[in-house]
T-cell receptor
Framework: GAGVSQSPSNKVTEKGKDVELRCDPI?????LYWYRQSLGQGLEFLIY????????KSGLPSDRFSAERTGGSVSTLTIQRTQQEDSAVYLC???FGGGGYEQYFGPGTRLTVT | GDSVTQMEGPVTLSEEAFLTINCTYT??????LFWYVQYPGEGLQLLLK?????DKGSNKGFEATYRKETTSFHLEKGSVQVSDSAVYFC??????????FGKGTRLSVIA
């Protein structure tokens, strides 16, 4: 069956521009997560959506980062006024629920800010 | 907050060698523990998991036992293959929380 998909796979942008990253989770998964993978920082949690509950935004590094999930399915991560330190691979994952459920990861979007 | 510490890499082994990657954790609750693997050019995928003390997760010849007394979840494999070359991440999740990952350990297996 279809896994988690992300687009674009690669994005190069100039410093100061806004970018949108998209995640299509596995159908039926109620939980959706965004993580960031960068050299020296490992894998960092960004934001978590669970069903209709308010998202857990505790991992967002600054107010330039935001995310939404429409209709309990597709999610968009937006980074405004990008900085070079935002360069990383942004990973999306989905699962049937939180906690001990297996998270299924997408292939990631590699963001490069020049 | 919760945290995961795993051994620094890279680890280089010859084919058929024994592998251990150490992982210890700190958690306020009673977490579930995971090992994820990232093969070259691929996304993260779950390798194995354990949800309670003394549980042993196993997959593809890899094993890890949830040790509450030592707060550890070390990954082992008796005989590694070249195809096991990847980055391995130890992770935990407490209750309804996102995964907390270790820094990752890069394994290279040479023929």
């Amino acid at each position: 069956g279809a896994g988690v998909s992300q687009s674009p796979s690669n994005k190069v942008t100039e410093k100061g521009k806004d970018v949108e990253l998209r995640c299509d989770p596995i159908s039926g998964h109620t939980a959706l997560y965004w993580y960031r993978q960068s050299l020296g920082q490992g894998l960092e949690f960004l934001i978590y959506f669970q069903g209709n509950s308010a998202p857990d935004k505790s991992g967002l590094p600054s107010d330039r980062f935001s995310a939404e999930r429409t209709g309990g399915s597709v999610s968009t991560l937006t980074i405004q006024r990008t900085q070079q330190e935002d360069s990383a691979v942004y990973l999306c994952a989905s699962s049937f629920g939180g906690g001990g459920y297996e998270q299924y990861f997408g292939p990631g979007t590699r963001l490069t800010v020049t | 907050g919760d945290s995961v510490t795993q051994m620094e890499g890279p680890v280089t082994l010859s084919e058929e060698a024994f592998l251990t990657i150490n992982c210890t954790y700190t958690a306020t609750g009673y977490p579930s523990l995971f090992w994820y693997v990232q093969y070259p050019g691929e996304g993260l995928q779950l390798l194995l998991k354990a949800t309670k003390a003394d549980d042993k997760g196993s997959n593809k010849g890899f094993e890890a036992t949830y040790r509450k007394e030592t707060t550890s979840f070390h990954l082992e494999k008796g005989s590694v293959q070249v195809s096991d070359s990847a980055v391995y991440f130890c992770a935990l999740s407490s209750g309804n929380t996102p995964l907390v990952f270790g820094k990752g350990t890069r394994l290279s297996v040479i023929a």
